[in-house]
Each structure stands twice: as structure tokens, then as C-alpha cells.
């Protein structure tokens, strides 16, 4: 009797020894299996944070639908996405307009603000004419940059590039 015939008083059989390319082909496996699993994880939320979601609501005619009258009542305004950029929507004294909502001066987003019925933007107090763009006071060196729009029935389209 050998030693590679009998282990723990058994017959070793099919087994493969310790250190035996069976064993070894399997560990490598377990090894590059568990590697490759790292590296997705690591690697899935990368990807994710570099190539961006398909962007919001693309129309017919490349035209984004913002909302309805309804939505954006009367002295109201509302932040929509046209692509990846936010657009502000108003339904103010001038009628319903839509401007870039990132302000001019250091690209915080802005917002509508009822009472003094002016585009206002939170972090330096920034005022904006919701009917021109125009800067009323404040910071801000430049008025919003203006986004053309359509009203169909009661739905204001965004219309991409035409602004
Ligand atoms: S970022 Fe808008 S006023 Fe400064």
C-alpha cells in the first residue's frame, strides 16, 4: 500500500491531492470569478455616474412637453428638464414665457416667486423679469437666455434650439 492509495484510513479513490492541477485550475477559477466580481462592482456605479440617463421627454419634432395651463397656473411658474438643462416656465403678467432657469451669475437654478412676481434666484437674491429675462437687480451680469415655446390647446411645448 502506497500513501497515495490510502488517507484517514480510507481508499483516496478520484480525489485529487492537495496541490493537484484539478484543485488548482479550481482555486484559480474561484480566485478570477471573485476578482471579476470586485471589479464590477467597483466598476457598475462608474459607468453609471458617467454616461448619463436618456434625458427627459424628447417630443415629436424634438419639442418637450412642459406641462399644461394647469399645471403652470396663472402667477405661477414652474423648473422643467429640456434635455439635460433645466428651463423655467411662467405663466406671469406677460403671458407664458420660458427662460434658462440657471442664473447668469453663478449658475444656481432659480425660481418663480409669486408674491413679487419676479424669476428669483435663491443664493445672492438675483431678480429677473419673468416677462423679458431681463436682471431687475442683484448680482446676476446677464438676463436668462430666453427658450422659444408653443401652446397647443392647453400644452406648452419647449421647442430645443430655437431660443
Ligand atoms: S448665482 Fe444667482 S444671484 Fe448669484
Same mark, same amino acid.
Given at each position: 500500500?502506497?500513501?497515495?492509495? @490510502? *488517507?484517514?484510513? $480510507?481508499?483516496?479513490?478520484?480525489?485529487?491531492?492537495? !496541490?493537484?492541477? /484539478?484543485?488548482?485550475? #479550481?482555486?484559480?477559477?474561484?480566485?478570477?470569478?471573485?476578482?471579476?466580481?470586485?471589479?464590477?462592482?467597483?466598476?457598475?456605479?462608474?459607468?453609471?455616474?458617467?454616461?448619463?440617463?436618456?434625458?427627459?421627454?424628447?417630443?415629436?419634432?424634438?419639442?418637450?412637453?412642459?406641462?399644461?395651463?394647469?399645471?403652470?397656473?396663472?402667477?405661477?411658474?414652474? @423648473? *422643467?428638464?429640456? $434635455?439635460?438643462?433645466?428651463?423655467?416656465?411662467?405663466? !406671469?403678467?406677460? /403671458?407664458?414665457?420660458? #427662460?434658462?432657469?440657471?442664473?447668469?451669475?453663478?449658475?444656481?437654478?432659480?425660481?418663480?416667486?409669486?408674491?413679487?412676481?419676479?424669476?428669483?434666484?435663491?443664493?445672492?437674491?438675483?431678480?429677473?423679469?419673468?416677462?423679458?429675462?431681463?436682471?431687475?437687480?442683484?448680482?446676476?451680469?446677464?438676463?436668462?437666455?430666453?427658450?422659444?415655446?408653443?401652446?397647443?390647446?392647453?400644452?406648452?411645448?419647449?421647442?430645443?434650439?430655437?431660443?
Amino acid at each position: 500500500m502506497t500513501d497515495a492509495q @490510502v *488517507v484517514d484510513g $480510507g481508499v483516496r479513490g478520484d480525489v485529487p491531492a492537495l !496541490g493537484s492541477p /484539478g484543485r488548482r485550475r #479550481f482555486l484559480r477559477f474561484l480566485l478570477g470569478f471573485s476578482a471579476l466580481s470586485t471589479l464590477g462592482m467597483i466598476a457598475a456605479p462608474i459607468v453609471g455616474f458617467l454616461i448619463p440617463p436618456p434625458s427627459a421627454g424628447a417630443g415629436a419634432g424634438g419639442r418637450v412637453l412642459a406641462g399644461t395651463t394647469t399645471d403652470i397656473a396663472a402667477n405661477s411658474g414652474k @423648473v *422643467v428638464a429640456m $434635455g439635460s438643462k433645466p428651463v423655467i416656465v411662467i405663466n !406671469g403678467d406677460a /403671458g407664458i414665457t420660458a #427662460f434658462s432657469a440657471v442664473c447668469t451669475h453663478l449658475g444656481c437654478i432659480v425660481g418663480y416667486d409669486s408674491t413679487v412676481k419676479q424669476i428669483v434666484c435663491p443664493c445672492h437674491d438675483g431678480h429677473f423679469n419673468p416677462g423679458t429675462g431681463a436682471v431687475v437687480s442683484g448680482p446676476p451680469p446677464k438676463p436668462l437666455a430666453a427658450v422659444t415655446i408653443t401652446v397647443e390647446k392647453d400644452q406648452i411645448f419647449l421647442v430645443p434650439g430655437a431660443g
